[in-house]
């Protein structure tokens, strides 16, 4: 899995910034200032592009007995296979330079995919996942799941 | 070389880190370290990671630990081995003889730049590569190789020294414990210190023929060099190989027989590929095996005829296999080692009949490869090793860097 990314402070919006008032988000490693979404956060959201825009949605669901899957992340099969059925679920990139795992920060190229539905509240935004590598696995304390990463392979 | 010319050396600091921030410029100032091809250790780290006290060949779940805010990056040697090029051809602006030595070390027949001192010339040479190529690099002009590299590595990181004054040799000499020196540490530190030799100066100024009597002769070699005799000269080329050997790490601990045989046949057609750059054959073939739970295995085939056929080879490495596969332990690392080299022209052998089929199927892989990428074509037996195949950072290791003396 993948419980958190970074971003370059200079690759978001400012508009954005100001309407999701990120500005509680932006940590500075080794003086270099960026914008962390991390899964504990509230709210907890991740920046999309979707249809040609960059934007930020809630991400995933943490409410054990709702209608949504439980958790940020679906396996792309279980996706293949009709979870979100119904909920025109739509593949998009989620941009970022690093990801974060089990106290692991790695490096993402262009950015890792995830899958949007529709729900009555609105847009939410799942990370796709598939089996983990040897190398991520070891990289990230044995994690069984990794992100589907754009045009990269871990 | 003419004896009285200097020797230029140039080391890259932090290398594959750095070569990271050459195409990520945004990695500039944060703390960077490199993962070897498992995902666990940090083969490489900036400085700004090594100020948290990380070390190289140190596993990440301590590594991170210690650097909280650490990013890791994935090794990837095509893109070492292009700016490793880039900085080749740049000293080699400044030099006629130049020696590719590792991937990111090189020595240099010294010449001062026109109009300017060794030291300046350093100081161009340093400049120029960080400019052109974008890697920061520590450059060291002094009279010998060993006395080059060991200034280079007091005036790490993007130093650049000339060291021409016998005084300022003596000073710097006696500063530098002697283990610096590559190649004395442990048993060899221990038969010196009993004579008192405890720094570079110490050996320096020691008797030749103790020095003999205690590090042999390679070590005598290091007396000369430190007391400003050349004892190899720049090589721009590099020798022919002895041996040949392709190898390294399972990807983990493998017990089950069948994955082994895949690597053996995945280390094969690496080997091969190499034989047939070099254009040798060999006349024995090892296979080298290390276990996590027994002592290491090799065993050694004799081919009736040298051959670099896969049929040929297959059989000698089978062999190999068998007699130090041990049944129920796990094996780490395996090499298969190709000595006893010889070039062309062929002698044709009873043993060795043409097979004009086999030919024409190597041929066909060897061109289907070269036309569209290593390992399209492979043998059904590496399947068993499949998943490393599917990583293309596994297509390209440092051993596949052609030309230099060492890694």
């Known amino acids: 899995m993948c419980t958190g990314i970074a971003i370059a402070a200079s690759e978001l919006p400012v508009a954005l910034v100001r309407q999701h008032r990120l500005l509680e988000r932006v940590y500075a490693r080794a003086g270099v200032e960026e914008f962390r979404f991390h899964w504990w956060q509230q709210p907890t959201l991740l920046p999309v592009r979707w249809d040609g825009r960059l934007e930020l949605l809630p991400w995933g669901s943490k409410l054990r007995r709702g209608p949504l899957p439980y958790g940020g992340w679906v396996s792309v099969e279980h996706v293949a296979g009709g979870l979100f059925a119904g909920a025109h679920p739509e593949e998009v990139v989620i941009p970022a330079n690093l990801g974060f795992q089990k106290g692991t920060w790695f490096l993402i190229v262009e950015g890792i995919k995830g899958v949007v539905i529709e729900t009555r509240a609105g847009p939410v935004v799942y990370v796709l996942t598939e089996p983990s590598s040897n190398y991520y696995r070891n990289m990230t304390e044995q994690s069984p799941a990794m992100p589907l990463f754009v045009n990269q392979v871990i | 070389m003419s004896s009285s010319s200097l020797v230029g050396f140039g080391d890259a600091d932090s290398f594959y880190a750095s070569a990271e921030t050459v195409r990520r410029p ?222 390294g790490s399972l990807a983990g601990r493998v017990s089950d027989p069948n994955v082994l045989y895949g690597w053996l046949v995945r280390n094969l057609e690496r080997l091969i590929e190499e034989l047939q750059y070099h254009e040798v054959r060999p006349s024995t073939l090892t296979v080298a095996l290390a276990y996590h739970d027994a002592e290491p295995a090799s065993a050694s085939a004799p081919l009736a005829v040298p051959s670099e056929r896969f049929d040929v080879l297959l059989d000698a490495a089978r062999a190999g296999l068998r007699a130090c596969w041990r049944r129920g332990r796990t094996a780490t690392h395996m090499h298969v080692i190709a000595s006893g080299l010889r070039r062309g022209p062929w002698q044709l052998s009873l043993f060795d009949p043409p097979d004009p089929k086999l030919d024409a199927v190597a041929k066909v892989k060897r061109e289907v490869n070269e036309a569209l990428g290593r390992w399209k074509v492979r043998s059904g037996s590496t399947l068993w090793a499949n998943g490393w195949y599917d990583d293309p950072a596994n297509e390209h290791e440092v051993c596949d860097i052609r030309g230099k003396f060492c890694f």
């Open chain 2, 26 to 247: 945004w990695l500039a100032g944060l703390p960077v370290g490199v993962l070897g091809n498992q995902g666990a250790c940090v083969i490489a780290r900036n400085y700004e990671m090594k100020k948290f006290g990380v070390k190289v060949g140190e596993p990440i779940w301590e590594s991170k630990q210690k650097c909280p805010d650490g990013v890791y990056v994935k090794r990837d040697f095509r893109w070492y081995e292009t700016l490793s090029r880039r900085m080749l051809a740049a000293v080699g602006t400044f030099s006629p003889k130049v020696e590719y030595y590792s991937i990111d070390e090189f020595f240099w027949e010294g010449h001062r730049a026109k109009g300017q001192g060794y030291r300046q010339t350093a100081h161009t040479i340093r400049d120029h590569i960080k400019r052109t190529v974008g890697l920061p690099m520590t450059v060291a002009i002094a009279r010998t190789r060993t006395l080059a590299k060991l200034f280079a590595d007091t005036a790490k990181p993007f130093g650049a020294v000339a060291v021409e004054d016998p005084d300022h040799e003596t000073e710097l000499l006696a500063k530098l414990p002697v283990t610096e020196i590559a190649g004395i540490a442990g048993r060899r530190e221990a038969r010196l210190a009993p004579h008192g030799i405890r720094t570079c100066l110490d050996l320096r100024n020691a008797s030749g023929l103790l020095v003999r009597s205690l590090l042999t002769v390679t070590g005598h070699d290091l007396w000369r060099e430190l007391n400003g005799y050349k004892t190899t000269p720049i090589r721009p080329d590099r020798p022919r190989h002895k041996m040949i050997a392709r190898g």
